[in-house]
C-alpha cells in the first residue's frame, strides 16, 4: 500500500512539472530565455527587442508560443537581426514586477532599454510585419529615381512625403510617421530628381495598388491632420476586412457594411475573394458614407450578435459603432443589385436596426430590481421622468454575484423613492441600444438621471447598500422625498 501511494506520488509530481513546463513543449531555439539576473544586460544592450512575458500554465500563452518561435527564426535572419526573448514571470518576478506585468501574456517592445507595449497581432506572420515597421526607420529615406520606382511599384500601399528641404513640412510629415509606424509604411525624399521623377513637390501621397492608385492630401501638412487623413484614405473602396485591420476601419469613423461568406482569403482563394471584391466595388462606387467590406465567416464569431445561425450563405450586415446601431439582410443571393440596395435602404432610413434581446420580462413589482433587456431599454432606462441605475452584468461574473443580494436590497429600501428605478440587464444576452451606454468589463453600473439621459454617470464607489443610497441622494434630478 505504502508502495502505491509513493508511486501515485510520484506520478502527480511527473504531471504537475509536464504541465509547468508546458509553455516550453514548442521548438524554440531562436527565442531568447530570460531571467531576472541577465535580463538588463540582454535588453538594454539591444536596439530592438521584443520581450514576452508569460506563464508556464497560461492557455494564451501556449497558444501564442508556436507563432513566437516562427517570428523569432524569421526575424533572425532580418537585417538587420530582430530579436524576440521571453520570460517566465512566475519564476523571475523582478522584471514583470518592474514592468507592471499584470496578465499573460504581456508583450512589450524594448528600443535601448526602453519599454513600450506591442500593439500588433499575435500570429508568426503579423508579429513579423509589425516587428519589421517597428525596427527600421519610420520613414524610408528615398536617395534616387531607381529607388522611387523600385517602391511604387510594389504591391502595398505607402506614403509619400515629396519636399525640397528639412523644413517645417517636412518635421510635420515625420512625427506622423513616428506615431502610426505600426500600421502603416512611410518613406520621403528631398532629393530633386526623385521629385522630378515623382512629378511632386512639397506634397504628402498616398500611393496604393489599387482604386486610383494616388491621393494627395489637401492643405498645409500637419501631423494630426494628417494622421487622420491617412487613416480615411489608406483603405481600399471594397477590401477584406480581418482581425488586424478592424480597427483602420473602425478608426474611418463611418459604418461598415460587411458580407459574411466562407473561403475568404486573398491568398489561399483569390479567386473567390475577388469575385466578391470585384462586386462590392461595382456598388461602392455609387454608394457614399460606407465602407464596404467582405469577411470570412471564421474570422468573426459573432453571428449571436447579429441574429444569425452561421449557416446563412453570404449574409449583409451593416455596423454603425457611433450609434451603436446595426443592421442585417440574410436569405437573399449575394449580388451588386442586392448590396446597393441594402445600403440605398440604410441611407434612406428604411431599415430598422436590428436588436439582440432576450424576451420581454414581467414588469418589476415595487420593491424589485427592473430587469432591462434589449427591447425595453428605451422604455425603462430612458424614461424622462425617471432616475435610473442601472446594472449591466455577465451571469458567470463572480462580482455580479456578490453584488445581487445587496443590490435586491438597495431595490427593497428604495421601493417608496417612486422617481428612483433600480435595473439590471444581461449585456452578454441583450444589446445596448445607445451609443452612450457601454458595458467595459461586469458589473458596470451607470447612473441615467431623469434630465440628462445622454449623459450616464458611471458609478465608481463601494458596491455597499449605504453607499449606493448616499450617492444616489447627491446625484438624483428629482429629489429624494425627506423621510
Known sequence: MARRLSALLVLCAVLLFVGARAADEVDDPDVIVLTDKNFDSIVNSAEIILVEFYAPWCGHCKHLAPEYAKAATALKSNDPPIK???????????????????????????????ASDYQGPREANGIISYMKKQAGPSSVEIKDAAKWEEITSKDEAIVIGYFTSEGAAFKEFMAAANTLRDKFKFAHSTNPAVLDKAGYREAVVLHKPYDEKT??????????????????????LAGVITRDNLELYQRRNQPVLRVLSTNIDEKKNKKQTDYYLNRLRKAAKDIT?????????????????????????DALVIEDHAKNQKYVLAGEKFSTEAVKKFAQDWKDGKLKPHIKTEARPPKAKKGEVAVVTGETFNEVVLDSKKDVLIEFYAPWCGHCKTLAPKYDKLAEELKDVESVVIAK?????????????????????LFAPANN??????YEGEREVKAFKKWLKEKASIPFPKK
Open 425 to 445: 440587464m444581461d449585456a452578454t444576452a441583450n444589446d445596448i441600444p445607445h451609443s452612450g451606454y457601454e458595458a467595459r468589463g461586469y458589473p458596470t453600473i
Open 215 to 236: 491621393a494627395v492630401f489637401p492643405g498645409t501638412v500637419k501631423s494630426s491632420a494628417l494622421e487622420e487623413w491617412i487613416y480615411k484614405t489608406y483603405l481600399p
Open 289 to 313: 458614407g460606407l465602407s464596404f467590406t467582405v469577411a470570412d465567416k471564421s474570422h468573426f464569431g459573432d453571428h449571436d450578435r447579429f441574429g444569425l445561425t452561421g449557416e446563412e450563405k
Open 453 to 458: 439621459k445622454d449623459r450616464p454617470v458611471k
Open 84 to 114: 524576440l526573448a521571453k520570460l517566465d514571470a512566475t519564476e523571475h518576478p523582478g522584471a514583470a514586477g518592474k514592468y507592471e506585468v499584470r496578465g499573460y501574456p504581456t508583450l512589450k517592445i524594448f528600443r535601448n532599454g526602453q
